[in-house]
């Protein structure tokens, strides 16, 4: 007998699909498209998904102090279901346990039912360490403490464990305040040829657009993810921005042709960790110096767009030394022909020639930008 659709069933499968690789912010949209719950249960279940995961290996270690056998992935998610209510959304304990031991298949449902009424009776004891209780590999929590330092680390951790703001703008886009700060940052103005080079899903690039740009052409490796940049500015009614599909380090675009190239290059993600959950379990700490490689060979094409008295502009949602500072003192030795432009202002803090957004210093995403101005001739 099938069950009804509910919240909780479509964040199980959400999270079930997670394990198996899917991306939540791909997988989670298309389930509750597809489901018929109202618009306070998707809410529900986008929390109970987005949250769960975020506090994965916290969830884990309450639950594994109370069992004594290996759990299948269907019912460890079931049961991080129910630790993540009970211990962080603070879910009235007979509405969490008893929706969550539904979910269970009858072989398992007595075992489920006892582990999470055993989670309500008694209080968890002290966290081992502060990666369990951030709920964190251990390597991010050591990384960010050794480049932010300690105090300033914990705080992001902390604010990144905090559901995000659902910011919009004029337009009626989504998009986080520090990545429309980035795009206001590179200054399209009327009658510039701007680039986004690493454009999907579009919201930089529409938003150039939208500040009255004349062309934006908006490149992207990938034909899925250029397909949605296409889909965002037609649903804008951007008829501005030319979407390609290129290899930003070879792009089909005639050197120094551009008034303003943005670079919003790959990066470790470290710094939008609560807005993409699952993102903190995939990334591995080899990864960091992996995309400082890119994002070096990235720059590197895009200066050679920047028309004399044309800016480039660089962007990484992440809080690592290596993918900040240390490529603003890449781009110093590079590419001296390039002068750094004056960073944002607060609540974005100086770092090198550029400026860092930290997560818990606006409530925002975590994020590094710089500007460099290419001088005309004299």
Not at 120 to 146: G, I, K
Not at 189 to 194: G, K, L, P, T, Y
Not at 233 to 259: E, I, K, M, Y
Not at 324 to 331: K, M, P, Y
Request: hydrophobic share 45%; charged share 25%.
């Amino acid at each position: 007998m099938s069950h009804p659709v509910t919240a909780r069933s479509v964040a199980l499968d959400a999270l079930n699909r997670i394990d198996d690789g899917a991306y939540a912010n791909l997988v989670l949209p298309g389930l509750l498209e597809h489901s018929p719950l109202d618009r306070r249960d998707r809410a529900f279940a986008t929390e109970l998904v987005y949250g769960s995961t975020r506090m994965r290996r916290a969830c884990d270690f309450l639950i594994d102090r109370l069992v004594d056998r290996p759990l299948d992935p269907d019912v460890r998610n079931i049961l991080r279901l129910g630790a993540y209510q009970v211990a962080f959304l603070r879910t009235p304990p007979h509405a969490s346990v008893s929706a969550t031991v539904d979910l269970a298949p009858a072989r398992a449902r007595g075992f489920v039912n006892a582990v999470l009424r055993r989670l309500v009776r008694e209080p968890a004891p002290r966290w081992p360490d502060p990666p369990t209780r951030l709920s964190y590999p251990d390597w991010v929590v050591r990384r960010l403490a050794a480049d932010l330092g300690g105090p300033v680390a914990e705080a992001a951790l902390e604010q990144m464990n905090v559901s995000p703001e659902v910011t919009e703008r004029a337009d009626g886009y989504i998009q986080d305040e520090a990545s429309q700060q980035v795009a206001a940052y590179v200054g399209a103005a009327a009658a510039e040829r701007v680039a986004d080079v690493c454009a999907a899903p579009g919201g930089k690039a529409t938003a150039m657009a939208s500040a009255g740009a004349a062309l934006v052409v908006a490149a992207d490796r990938s034909p899925a993810r250029s397909s949605v940049v296409a889909a965002n500015a037609t649903r804008l009614g951007l008829a501005n921005v030319a979407v390609v599909v290129a290899d930003a380090t070879h792009a089909p675009v005639r050197p120094g042709s551009l008034d303003r190239v943005l670079v919003d290059a790959p990066c470790s993600g470290l710094g939008v960790l609560r807005r993409r959950p699952d993102a903190r379990w995939r990334i591995q700490p080899d990864d960091v110096e992996r995309l400082a490689a890119l994002q070096r060979d990235l720059l590197d094409g895009a200066a050679a767009l920047v028309r004399p008295g044309g800016m480039l502009v660089y962007s990484v949602c992440t809080l690592t030394l290596d993918e900040t500072e240390g490529i603003d003192r890449w781009l110093g030795s590079a590419h001296p022909e390039l002068v750094a432009q004056p960073p944002p202002g607060a609540p974005w803090e100086p770092l090198g020639r550029g400026a860092r957004l930290l997560p818990q210093a606006a409530g925002t995403d975590g994020m590094y930008v710089i500007g460099l101005h290419r001088p005309a001739p004299d």
